[in-house]
């Protein structure tokens, strides 16, 4: 497992997603069922990127294109209802692009929900560098305080 002192690859505050319920909609193109990204989907995918211009030395960075990753996800809830697993996916293909190339990179997923009245409506993401002994274990205890 990578130190549990290590600094992430990848740190980022983000928006808090979309429920997966509104995520996708099903629409049909001459005769033909199709599924596509909501507009709020969208939205969320550029207020993700715009998250990540902000953040300082952005310019600098690249996605981790050959790299296996660990993610841990912390979930500040804006009210008292939805499902964490809702979640996670949309999180991870937001940040695709901008800490990983693709989804088969990552080989752990550390995901939490907290109901914190001072930090409502956002998700923190850390990305941290897995080794090839890395791929079965667990990084939830790798969560900063």
Do not use: C
Request: charged share 30%.
């Amino acid at each position: 497992m990578t130190d549990r002192l290590a600094a992430p690859l990848f740190h980022l505050v983000v928006p808090e997603p979309p429920s997966a319920n509104r995520y996708w909609r099903s629409i049909a193109i001459r005769g033909q069922v199709r599924v596509l990204l909501s507009a709020e989907a969208r939205r969320y995918r550029i207020a993700v990127r715009e998250a990540f211009e902000r953040s300082a030395g952005w310019e600098l960075r690249k996605p981790f294109p050959h790299v296996t990753v660990h993610v841990t996800l912390a979930w500040y809830r804006s009210r008292r209802s939805g499902d964490l697993d809702n979640r996670i996916k949309q999180v991870l293909d937001a940040v695709k692009g901008m800490a990983y190339d693709d989804d088969d990179q990552v080989v752990s997923l550390a995901a939490t929900r907290h109901d914190d009245p001072s930090r409502k409506g956002e998700v923190e993401v850390w990305i941290w560098a897995a080794g090839p002994q890395d791929e079965s274990q667990d990084v939830a205890a790798q969560v900063p305080a």
